[in-house]
């Protein structure tokens, strides 16, 4: 309640002639040129364009005299237009970098982007008609690829620029710049000529919607996909030497079951897999009508007896039980073709938790499947092409048929034609998507290229340890990553990338690079750009001791993954741009880069220098809407940030909020988790900066006749609420620094929001007014609150400028030149310290006034019941009784009611009233005050009790102040006037008319 009464004075004064008195003049009201409204739209580009031409960001890296700092920045994919998840990541980063920039240190913060890959490339080709596909060469479409690339970066960079953030605009990095390029071949061939990469054929997840591989990162798994799975009869040929007598005579009538979800792969079986230390069954097969010609017996593990018994609708009658490991050298006939093939032993991954206990094996189309065969020689069949067709070698009327789709249905038919389909039924379950296309992906065996994590896995896991991971569980995310990662495929079957610099024999199809080849082509990159790949002929490529073989090979296709490309930054940025070092301080992203960009820039570190890329990794979560959704066009839950600064074609509808108040919900969210936006909170940001920028004016009009090189009051004369005051801006000040260091933005924003909600607007602020409007302009009073002012603005700014950057440069520039001194922008005045001293508050006097806002809230609140029953109208009509019987307390209270001309710790000026009584008992106060009295403990459960009671101010009221005396018309000049207020008109050297 307290704001409402003080407001009495200033307001009245200022609202205009009808309340105007005679002395309004002499009243100090405040003034400034900061406007309680932003006008972000037209303000904030404004003072991002005297950033720019004054090169404040330039000069302050230039001037910096501290230790560098670097934040490596992660490239967003130029492709599209900024959503609100970027708009968290770079103002966050901002945050960082001009939090370090206060601090002294030199900030430079290269921001990148991802040039390379196959959205853009598709990009390219949906923009073209068929006829002008087909006349497309792969350096038209290159460079085709690269001016959209380039295009996309130009527009998101004036878009990042309108979010506030610094950085070199300028030079940023992207991967398609050819010294970019050339330090990432250099990479490449770091890692191969330490043996870190190879060729090989392997299953690899391949994606037949964008023809080429692709690595984990690339792949996404939607709910909701159902596979097509089918138990298999594979007929036994001949029954190994280990299995029980009994079952050899039967072996002839018996067939091995199989489960699999993808019966397109059936066509490259070569062989069945069955756990050594499992325990097999053959199980005469019984149902309510057995075909023709049908195998009799069925081999299953003997714990899945009873739930295929249910799964089959058959009944299973064991006849006996064999290892695993006696029924491996068992060969089985293909039911498609006329192959036999062996039953093997597999690893751990064969359980009875589902299926049969015997595994399908299919080498070309399986990771587990692939150890198995080359643990025992078995063939690599994968008949199937690029865009994921059956090729010849699948079998009779399969080729040219979709394996996703008419493929997948032929085998499935021409298994029941071949009496081996024991059932048919839907699985849903989690698969592989293309996360580019949304279509199936496929696992496919190819010839590429790939980096053998084995080689430096203990490397990498050991790096790991040493890096700060918050929070913590990245640490345990990444470690398990990359603990259980298979060998990185880093090639792709595509035209706009970098090309990995391989010549092959185009007889033998054997690969030529080494160190020569590597550098020479590296070297032109680095003038030529990889485009240069393209149109070169071998013979240019070649380094001069190869050239004569120039006619005998050729050049390799393929590009190099775009997680290669991003992950090589901090060789072609942090190692190579001056004022960056590596490894990088910090890495800032989103918590799916575990698998992503931290993972990649980890191993080609680790496997080229031996070392992470960076000291510390900073994770943040995704950006839901404000009911916590996922955000799509379809549900219409999108939040676009640049709605939110310049709002839309309706501003009343959606109104332009300004940069800092999208800044100041990135400081409000605890961003280490998924975090909310939606309309409702953007309104509750914009509330929060109204008051942060209310106070701001405030301190701003009321210290502009204050210079504080000449009229600051000494630490040790101020009073002691000015002291207290003090006390607290020190503590917000050192609490926000701590929480800047920690990265923990959420407590700077809470720090600020408590300290000027529940200190400065409802007690300091508010309890000033009087002596900085009433006081005489230099009185001792009012210059000693000034002084105070004066550290809370400067301290304030200095808090706010990462976060508000607009809002603290417009408060610094429309500061009294005094206070501004000779420097331009609120950052060159670095990061406001608290004096030493502002902590040397006795701890006695500490809670003495934490003791007297308590008592402050309950006369508050005596106050509002006395207004509500219409007894008073403005606090200063009222006179405060207090009693407690703890005397020591009372003792401190009753000095503070002793009236003197310096006089500021006054408890009727802490009150807000004209008059305080410190009562001798508790029956005065009721006497006194009859029903408006209060009875309650302060400070906890062990603190006095305190009664607190409200009567009607004695004397009459001042014209001026609005307080009522006994002592008024004691000034013949102006009878008008309080005892206080007659000298300080009496002063003034323009008269005013006596009353």
């Given amino acids: 309640g307290g704001g409402r009464r003080a407001r009495s004075l200033v307001v009245r004064a200022a609202k205009g002639k009808k309340e105007e008195s005679t002395y309004s003049k002499t009243v100090n009201l405040p003034s400034t040129g900061f406007g309680m409204r932003a006008n972000s739209r037209v303000k904030e580009p404004e003072l991002q364009k005297f950033w720019q031409d004054k090169q404040i960001y330039q000069n302050l890296y230039q001037e910096a005299k501290g230790e560098s700092f670097t934040l490596h920045d992660g490239p967003p994919y130029a492709n599209g237009d900024l959503h609100i998840g970027h708009a968290l990541n770079k103002i966050l980063k901002d945050f960082i970098n001009r939090y370090q920039m206060l601090q002294g240190r030199k900030v430079k913060f290269v921001p990148g982007w991802d040039c390379h890959g196959l959205p853009i490339e598709l990009k390219v080709l949906q923009s073209m008609t068929q006829d002008q596909r087909k006349a497309l060469t792969p350096i038209k479409l290159r460079q085709k690829a690269a001016k959209f690339a380039t295009k996309t970066v ?86 190994a030497q280990g299995m029980p007598d009994n079952l050899k005579a039967i072996a002839s009538s018996t067939s091995l079951a199989i489960w699999t979800t993808t019966p397109w792969t059936l066509p490259a079986n070569a062989a069945v897999a069955v756990n050594e230390r499992l325990t097999y069954t053959v199980a005469e097969l019984g149902h309510s009508e057995p075909k023709e010609g049908e195998k009799k017996y069925l081999v299953v593990a003997k714990d ?73 020689n078995l063939p690599m069949l994968s008949p199937v092409d690029d865009a994921g067709l059956f090729t010849e070698e699948a079998g009779e009327g399969l080729e040219g048929l979709s394996v996703l789709g008419e493929g997948n249905t032929t085998v499935i038919a021409q298994l029941a034609a071949a009496g081996a389909l024991l059932l048919e039924s839907p699985y849903p379950h ?109 013979e240019d490529l070649l380094p001069e001791k190869y050239k004569h073989l120039a006619d005998s090979l050729r050049k390799g296709t393929d590009t190099m993954d775009v997680w290669f490309d991003s992950g090589s930054s901090w060789a072609s940025v942090v190692e190579q741009r001056e004022g960056l070092s590596l490894p990088a301080d910090l890495y800032l992203e989103g918590s799916d880069q575990h698998r992503g960009w931290f993972q990649s820039s980890l191993l080609t570190s680790v496997a080229s220098r031996g070392k992470a890329p960076f000291k510390t990794v900073l994770t943040h979560g995704f950006v839901l809407d404000e009911r916590g959704y996922k955000m799509s066009k379809s549900l219409g839950n999108v939040v676009n940030p640049l709605l939110v600064i310049d709002g839309g074609k309706d501003q009343k509808k959606d109104p332009p909020y300004g940069a800092d108040v999208l800044r100041l919900w990135v400081a409000s969210v605890d961003y280490t988790n998924d975090v909310l936006i939606g309309e409702k909170i953007v309104k509750q940001m914009f509330d929060v900066y109204r008051k942060v920028r209310g106070t701001v004016r405030y301190l701003l009009g009321n210290i502009s006749d204050f210079d504080p090189s000449t009229q600051a009051v000494p630490y040790n004369d101020l009073p002691v609420v000015d002291k207290y005051a003090l006390q607290r801006l020190s503590e917000v000040v050192n609490e926000s620094q701590a929480a800047y260091e920690s990265f923990q933005f959420q407590r700077v924003f809470q720090g600020i929001n408590t300290f000027n909600t529940t200190f400065l607007s409802s007690f300091y602020l508010d309890m000033a007014k009087d002596r900085l409007y009433i006081r005489a302009k230099d009185d001792f009073a009012r210059r000693s609150c000034q002084t105070v002012l004066h550290h809370t603005l400067q301290s304030l700014m200095s808090i706010m400028a990462p976060i508000l950057p607009h809002l603290a440069e417009d408060a610094f520039q429309s500061q009294a030149p005094a206070s501004q001194g000779s420097l331009q922008s609120v950052f060159q005045a670095g990061w406001a310290a608290p004096q030493d001293e502002w902590a040397s508050l006795s701890q006695q006097d500490s809670n003495l006034w934490e003791t007297i806002l308590q008592v402050r809230e309950k006369v508050n609140k005596a106050m509002e019941n006395a207004r509500t029953d219409k007894v008073f109208g403005a606090g200063l009509e009222a006179k405060v009784w207090i009693y407690t019987e703890d005397t020591s307390l009372s003792e401190r209270l009753s000095q503070m009611t002793a009236s003197s001309e310096q006089s500021v710790d006054e408890l009727r000026y802490v009150m807000l009233v004209s008059q305080v009584v410190v009562a001798s008992s508790a029956a005065d106060v009721a006497e006194a005050c009859g029903t408006y009295v209060s009875s309650e403990q302060v400070a906890g459960d062990e603190g006095p009790t305190i009664v607190v009671g409200i009567s009607a101010a004695e004397g009459k009221k001042c014209e001026r102040c609005w307080n009522y005396s006994v002592s008024m018309g004691e000034s013949a000049e102006h009878p008008g006037l309080c005892e206080r207020c007659s000298p300080v008109v009496l002063s003034i050297p323009t008269p005013v008319p006596a009353a």
């Fill in 154 to 239: 130009d527009s998101q960079r004036d878009q990042f620029k309108r979010y506030g953030i610094w950085a070199d605009w300028d030079t940023p990095y992207m991967t398609l710049q050819p010294e970019y390029e050339a330090a990432q071949i250099g990479v490449f061939g770091s890692m191969y000529l330490r043996g870190h990469i190879y060729r090989g054929r392997k299953p690899v997840h391949w994606s037949p919607s964008s023809r080429t591989a692709l690595a984990e990162a690339e792949l996404e798994y939607p709910e909701g996909h159902t596979s097509r799975s089918v138990y298999v009869a594979l007929p036994i040929q001949e029954a």
């Fill in 304 to 376: 899945l007896l009873g739930s295929l018994e249910k799964t089959l609708g058959v009944t299973l009658t064991p006849v006996g039980d064999v290892t695993g490991e006696a029924l491996q050298g068992t060969t089985y006939k293909h039911p498609l073709c006329s192959r036999v093939s062996p039953v093997v032993v597999g690893g751990d991954y064969i359980t009875t938790e589902s299926g049969t206990g015997l595994v399908h094996t299919a080498p070309g189309h399986g990771q587990e499947d692939y150890q198995t065969g080359l643990k025992h």
């Fill in 430 to 538: 989690k698969y592989p998507y293309d996360w580019r296309t949304k279509e199936p992906t496929i696992f496919r065996a190819t010839a590429q290229w790939f980096a053998s994590v084995e080689g430096f896995r203990e490397e990498a896991l050991q790096a790991i340890k040493e890096v700060e991971w918050i929070p913590a569980v990245g640490e345990r995310r990444i470690t398990a990553m990359t603990d259980g990662r298979s060998d990185w495929c880093i090639s792709r079957q595509r035209t706009w990338g970098v090309p990995i610099p391989v010549f092959y024999d185009t007889t033998s199809g054997e690969p030529l690079m080494d160190e020569d080849t590597i550098n020479h082509v590296k070297d032109i990159v680095a003038v030529k750009g990889t485009d240069a790949w393209t149109y070169m002929s071998v």
